[in-house]
């Protein structure tokens, strides 16, 4: 357990730091899942906020202005029915033609399923008419409720409670001959009106949410389509980075994403194009280099006439033994240039001993043997040609660590090494020497095999042996032409 996690652990939180450390927590997960979205997910995301948020806005605004118009509506009507018994009444209340009022009352309230009631009072409040005959004679309290609108003839449009319902109470004043008679009262049912506001703001929803689901479905398809070319655009990114971009890539659209691509296309046309120049000056540039190479081992072994050409046959031998063991081409190629290298540190060998026409002594033989120390300090000082360090060093080690300079014995021996270790004894065996003759191949690969574990690598002196004889029957057979050796 962290320091870290040990402090909070032992550290005691209130209710609020919580809850905040909550919120960071889930907001950190939050960014974070963002960042890897794909933009594909980004853009219908940000479109599917939008289209929900104004959509929400807009049906609320929507229903909020049907209400009103719905209210209005259904009070103007109150309203309007209020004055037009009004209007009627006052010629029957002066004649007390009871019998003409209660035609009025039952009328409109026939008329009007949404009207509760509809009473006519004298001045005191008294009532004269009722749609509900029981109330005739009963005294109108006096009006207590949120007071909606009142008209200049005195028409008050009221919202009460009554037996725990919400009504509009509606007062038309009768005025007949510039004298007050008393007021039209209309009940009206409000249950209706939040009826219709329910159905409004149902079908407002059902609107609004089909315009929020086809928005996702659009703006999915429209971010598929942006999408598209930017993802392809990111695969040839990649194809062009790996070098296997094969045909430009296809322009959907004249638009900037469509110049995007065709721009892309003409720069991947141009870098491949540059790439195949810098490969055939690279190539070019090897082959100039392995033939100075080449050179270079030439003059080297044309310092002594008795191993002329030595360095290019170890490279033919290696070559075999190295297209055997499964080498690849830039393998190969390398293990050519070791090949040519591997006795460059002879250049300071002096020619007394170089070109000494008997055995050598003691001490010239340990100065011989610096041969490999000076190669491969001479390699050393370009830095391409360090990678041949090795090979150069450690073709005279023996697989049992008796060799030289540094005793390296098995698998610590570099496997280049190893391969010039066998293919440069044998060349030198079946070369003339100037204190003894060659000997034959047969008598050559029975030597190598007999060192073989000791000296060699038991391994590749299998695979000599395989080279040797497919050499020997592609040219002659291997007892008549040891002596060519
Ligand atoms: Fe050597």
Redesign the pocket.
Known sequence: MSARWRHLKNKTFSGHQFMWAGARTFWRRLRRRYRSASLRFKIAFFVVILLTSTSFVLSMVTVHIMNNYILNEIIKRGASVGKSIAASAGYNLLAHDLLGLDNLVYKAKDANSDMLYVAIVDPDMRTVVHSDPEMIGETRPVIKGRRFSEADDGTVVTEIIRDASPIFEIRAPIVFMNKSLGSVIIGMDKSILLGAQQNVSRMVLIVFGTIVAVGVCVSSLLALFLIRPIRELSVGVEEMKSGTAQSPLRVYSQDELGQLTRNFNEMTALITAQRGKLTRYAHDLEEAYVSMVKVVAAAIDARDSYTHGHSARVAHLSLGMGRRLGLVDTELRELEVACLL??V??IKTPDAILLKAAKLNQSEFKEMMK??AYGADILSWAPSLTKYIPSTRH??EWHNGQGYPDGLAGEAIPQFAAIIAIA?AYDAMTSDRPYRRAIFREEALLRIERMAGTQFRPELVAVFKDVLEAECDRTAPLAAAGAAG
């Open positions: 591997h006795d540190g002879k041969h490999v073709h005279h440069d």
